[in-house]
């Protein structure tokens, strides 16, 4: 039996999941908080014949073009990011009709506020992303926790900052715990591993770590930024 390489190597993000050699083959399934929802049929296109100019195969370094990204962008994905995110863009569409929804609900450490966070929400914002972010829509005077609830409950998905300063939040079972708490309950959940490992934040969260998502180790936070914005918003 294929043993899984996370408590070693950890899954330090969609492309290093996909490589294990006992959660890869599970990769396209979701069941509970470790793995993804059964989809009938794949949501992505290798680009080795669409003209796109990316390589095409079945490796997941290979690169591809999910369908939601315009024929017209130059944001590379690999083929294992596609089929990470895939499921997350379903629930993206089924909750389109809903009104009055932000596009994400950005979950990170308050050290992070005037930092790393507010240069992901900023380069979301200007890629047309309407993001809930606790620094322009919690008012003064108002209780926080109230506010977060319902910024979680008029977002259509969550994203969580996991920096070194997050880690040592959810140590202290502070605000960002009960974010992530409500977030993983919903199962709309990315996570973007910035300055940090997956290893780390499997120590702290298992639920969590067990997720992929994306990190800024393997691209820069403005192409986190691009992928992201393809991903929830709907034209």
């Known amino acids: ?37 059964s989809y009938s049929s794949p949501s992505y296109s290798s680009l080795g014949n669409s003209g796109g100019g990316r390589s095409s195969g079945g490796g997941s370094g290979s690169s591809a ?15 294992a990011e596609v089929r990470a995110l895939t499921p997350f863009r379903e629930s993206v569409e089924k909750r389109a009709p809903l009104p009055d929804l932000r596009d994400v609900f950005l979950c990170h450490a308050w050290d992070d506020r005037s930092g790393a966070a507010k240069e992901l929400h900023d380069l979301l914002e200007s890629r047309g992303v309407r993001v809930w972010f606790s620094e322009k829509d919690v008012v003064l005077g108002t209780p926080l926790l109230r506010e977060i609830d319902r910024g979680l409950a008029k977002s259509r998905v969550g994203i969580v900052l996991v920096t070194p300063a997050l880690l040592r939040r959810l140590r202290a079972e502070g605000i960002a715990d009960k974010e992530l708490s409500a977030l993983l309950a919903r199962d709309l959940l990315v996570p973007i591993v910035h300055d940090t490992t997956y290893e780390a934040l499997r120590e702290v969260s298992p639920l969590l770590g067990s997720r992929s998502g994306l990190s800024t180790a393997e691209a820069p936070m403005a192409d986190v930024a691009a992928k992201l914005a393809e991903l929830v918003v709907i034209q």
């Open 65 to 79: 073009r999910p369908r939601w990204s315009p024929a017209s962008s130059s944001v590379a994905y690999t083929l």
């Open 1 to 37: 039996m294929a043993r899984c390489t996370a408590p070693v190597r950890g899954h330090r993000s969609a492309s290093a999941a996909a490589d294990c050699p006992a959660c890869g083959s599970r990769y396209g399934r979701y069941s509970g908080y470790s793995s993804y929802g």
